[in-house]
């Protein structure tokens, strides 16, 4: 009786545990959800363009909307590690008042100036989504981080949906103001806020505050390796393990398959972060709405989001050879996405112009998971998210340098039409080196089973005596498979 009885409180000990880290990611998902509602996002630029700012086209395409790409290019590193260093909560509070920053000075600013800095708070929000995605890694154990991610991202997803959807009934049938929906996008960031200093902070993360290994009978991560191996003086053993995760990193990208994704994780996102910048301009370039009611910028923006979970989910189910298939498949992908921004620029017709921008965002999508995964499967959980701050910010740099060259009114200052035919041209150079490079792996590939086959060929037709000397090699039965 008594071992029932100590059977029955270890349960319960548990299971206590085991029901606060379910509360948590629970809560972590509805604030997820909750701060991406933001129904007056999908309208900035004709709230801009509008007689509520009344800026000019040239002033929002060359002098504000720039100042998004070089705040997160300026914010991105020092924001990544501080994530990290701090514990996730501190740098989703600078995620909350930025988003309220950026509310205010929309509703209140008058000026160039402050709409360049409300779009300099923009890019610390962007940063500081790193906070949110890797804040769940502190709360579960290993094996459950891919089904939680997967959460994470859903509840992100779906507030994205939710807001856009919202938005767009706003705007088309209660004929709602863009001013006033900015003031409903304020409101519910400030309750974000709230949400924020209910979150509790993690008391380990992924590089700096590392957890005791031997806890909880886990393995020791490759984190925990270096720091035995790298001392025990604090500062010294932090830069030692980044030194040396670094050069992992560059030891790693001789792996074909992770150069070649990760390669498309900068030169693809770079463009498809551009694109979702400047498109909105664009929108209102072909068709210039007098009625706020007939924008439909938040219905677009609804659909690409379904699009592109849909197809992030079925990327899943995708069962192919990527050794042999991944250039090919990055190459078709990439030269319809350059299609696609053909039409976006030519047309004169408003829905085929929404229509190809869903796609586009959906083909994105539906790659990501698949680099994610071709990434990830070789690499500990400390060096793939290395690797993807590090795409991320060659992908950044990359995009500054772009919007330098094409954009910004110190280069070329170009507006929104020529900019989308220089984006066209950037993704068919692109499909054309992925094409090219999945013409070389099929010329390599056929030329290396071709030896393979003749070899199988000749042992077929060997003398029966010559057949157990050849069956000693292992090798002899393995060609063909």
């Known amino acids: 009786m008594s071992k029932k009885d100590e059977g029955a409180k270890k349960a319960v000990a548990e299971d206590a545990p085991d029901q606060h880290w379910k509360l948590q990611v629970f809560y972590l998902c509805f604030y997820g959800f909750m701060t991406q509602i933001r129904p007056g996002e999908s309208f900035i630029t004709p709230y801009l363009l509008g007689p509520d700012k009344n800026f000019t086209e040239v002033e929002v395409t060359n002098a504000i909307t720039p100042v998004l790409t070089y705040s997160y290019t300026a914010v991105l590193v020092p924001i990544f590690l501080l994530t990290d260093y701090l514990r996730y909560k501190p740098v989703l509070l600078l995620q909350s008042l930025s988003h309220i920053s950026i509310w205010l000075l929309l509703i209140l600013g008058t000026s160039v100036l402050a709409m360049q800095l409300m779009e300099f708070f923009y890019g610390i929000t962007m940063a500081a989504r790193i906070a949110y995605s890797s804040y769940i890694f502190s709360l579960v154990a290993p094996s459950r981080y891919q089904r939680m991610a997967s959460y994470s991202r859903s509840s992100v997803l779906m507030g994205v949906f939710a807001s856009s959807v919202l938005g767009q009934l706003c705007v088309t049938l209660g004929n709602v103001p863009f001013l006033t929906l900015n003031y409903v996008s304020l409101g519910f960031m400030s309750f974000g806020l709230i949400l ?56 790693a990208t001789k792996q074909p398959q992770l150069r070649l994704w990760s390669l498309w994780w900068v030169f693809n996102s770079a463009g498809y972060y551009l694109i979702l910048y ?56 990439t030269a319809f996405q350059a299609g ?66 094409v954009a910004d009114k110190r280069g070329l200052g170009l507006s929104v039409h020529p900019q989308f035919y220089m984006y066209f041209g950037y993704f068919t150079l692109l499909a054309v080196a992925y094409l090219l490079a999945a013409v070389g792996v099929g010329i390599r590939h056929s030329r290396n089973k071709q030896p393979a086959e003749l070899a199988f060929s000749k042992e077929l037709h060997q003398p029966a005596a010559d057949v157990p000397a050849k069956e000693k090699s292992p090798e002899a039965g393995t060609v063909q498979a």
């Open 196 to 251: 924020t200093l209910f979150l509790e902070r993690p008391k380990r993360s992924l590089f700096f505050n590392r957890a005791e290994p031997a806890c909880n009978g886990a393995a020791p991560a490759e984190l925990d390796k270096m720091a035995k191996a790298g001392g025990e003086g604090t500062w010294r053993w932090r830069d030692a393990v980044l030194c040396r995760m670094l050069r992992e990193v560059g030891t």
């Open 340 to 405: 696609l921004l053909l039409l976006m620029n030519t047309t004169a017709n408003i829905w085929l112009c929404y229509a190809a921008y869903v796609l586009f965002r959906g083909s994105y999508q539906f790659l990501v998971p698949i680099a994610i995964f071709r990434i990830a499967t070789s690499l500990s959980k400390e060096l793939c998210a290395l690797v993807f701050g590090v795409n991320t910010f060659f992908a950044t740099v990359l995009k500054t340098i772009i919007t330098i060259i």
């Open 278 to 333: 400047y498109v909105q301009i664009l929108w209102n370039k072909i068709y210039p709405a007098r009625e706020d009611r007939r924008v439909y910028n938040g219905g677009v923006d609804a659909a690409s989001t379904l699009l592109g979970a849909v197809a992030s989910f079925a990327a899943g189910y995708m069962k192919i050879r990527w050794t042999l298939w991944s250039e090919l498949v990055i190459g078709a992908v």
